[in-house]
C-alpha cells in the first residue's frame, strides 16, 4: 500500500510539472522511503522518528558546510588578488609624493606651450583647446609644453564623445578637462594639481582598509567550518539509526516490486 502511493505521487508529480509524456514515471524525488522504512514507520518504532530528525539536521548542516565552502573559495579568491591592488596603492602614493616635491605652482601665472610663453590664463587656454581640437577624432598623446614643474600633454580620444584632457606629468598623471572654456579648461588643471595632498590622504586611507581586509580575510580563512564536530557526530548517529532499523540492508527487487496492476490501480 505504501509503495503504491508513494508511485502515485510521484507520477501525479510529473504530471503537474508537465514532466511525463507517457504512462512510464520516473522518481522526481531526490529522497524516498525504502522498503525498510516503511516498515519501520508503521510499527511505531520510535527510532523512526528519531531518525527524522537527524537526517533533517544533518541536511542542515551539510547545506552550510556547502554555502561555507563557496564563501571560502570567494574568500580565497579576494585574498589572492588583494596583494596586488596593495602594491599598486603603495606605487600610486609614491608617485604622488614625488609629484608633490616637483608642484611649483606659479605666481604670477605662467604656462609655456609649443615655445610660447603665456601670463594669462585665458591665452593659455584657448592655446590648448585649438591643439585639442587640431588633433580631433584621434587617438594621441602629444608633448605640447611645461606648466608648475611638470611637463605638459594633450591626450585626444579616436572617441568623439571622450573629452579631450590637459595633462601635467611627473611620475603620475594630474589631469584637467579640456572644455569650451579657456579659463575653465587651466582652472581644471590648477585643480589636480592642487588636489595631490588630498589625492595621497584618499589613496592613503583606502590603503589602509585594504591591509585591515587583507590580514581580517586571512585569519577568516584559518577557521575551519564550525559545525564540523557536530555533522560528524550527527552522521555517526545517523549510521548507528540506520543500521538498527536494517535500513542499509537491501532488500530484493524481485521480493518487494510493485506489480503494475497496483500502479494502475493507485493511479
Known amino acids: ?6 508511485a502515485k505521487g510521484r507520477f501525479i508529480a510529473q504530471l503537474r510539472s508537465n514532466q511525463v509524456s507517457s504512462r512510464v514515471v520516473e522518481d522526481v524525488e531526490g529522497v524516498v522511503l525504502s522498503y525498510a522504512e516503511v516498515k519501520a514507520l508503521a510499527s511505531g518504532n520510535p527510532l523512526v522518528m528519531e531518525k527524522f530528525k537527524v537526517d533533517l539536521e544533518v541536511q542542515r548542516l551539510e547545506t552550510l558546510r556547502s554555502q561555507h565552502a563557496s564563501e571560502r573559495y570567494r574568500l580565497e579568491y579576494e585574498v589572492s588578488a588583494l596583494p596586488a591592488r596593495i602594491e599598486n596603492y603603495k606605487q600610486a602614493i609614491e608617485k604622488r609624493r614625488h609629484d608633490l616635491g616637483l608642484r611649483r605652482m606659479p605666481d604670477p601665472f605662467r604656462m609655456e606651450i ?7 590664463r585665458k591665452h593659455a ?3 590648448i583647446i585649438g591643439l585639442a581640437n587640431l588633433n580631433k577624432g584621434t587617438d594621441s598623446y602629444e608633448k605640447i609644453g611645461s606648466y608648475a614643474g611638470f611637463d605638459l600633454y594633450i591626450r585626444t580620444h579616436v572617441h568623439g564623445y571622450s ?5 601635467a606629468r611627473g611620475l603620475a598623471e594630474h589631469k584637467g578637462n579640456v572644455s569650451e572654456s579657456d579659463i575653465g ?3 581644471s588643471l590648477d585643480i589636480a594639481l592642487r588636489g595631490i595632498e588630498a589625492s595621497i590622504a584618499k589613496y592613503t586611507s583606502e590603503l589602509a582598509e585594504m591591509e585591515k581586509r587583507l590580514a581580517g580575510l586571512s585569519e577568516e580563512l584559518e577557521k575551519p567550518f564550525p559545525h564540523e564536530e557536530r555533522l560528524r557526530e550527527l552522521l555517526k548517529k545517523q549510521y548507528e539509526i540506520n543500521k538498527k532499523l536494517d535500513i542499509d540492508k537491501r532488500e530484493s527487487a524481485e521480493e518487494h516490486a510493485v506489480p503494475s496492476a497496483a500502479l494502475e490501480n493507485a493511479a
Open 1 to 6: 500500500m505504501w509503495q503504491a502511493v508513494e
Open 185 to 187: 579648461t587651466v582652472s
Open 163 to 167: 573629452q579631450p584632457l590637459v595633462i
Open 125 to 127: 587656454g584657448d592655446k
Open 114 to 120: 609649443d615655445g610660447t610663453v603665456y601670463t594669462e
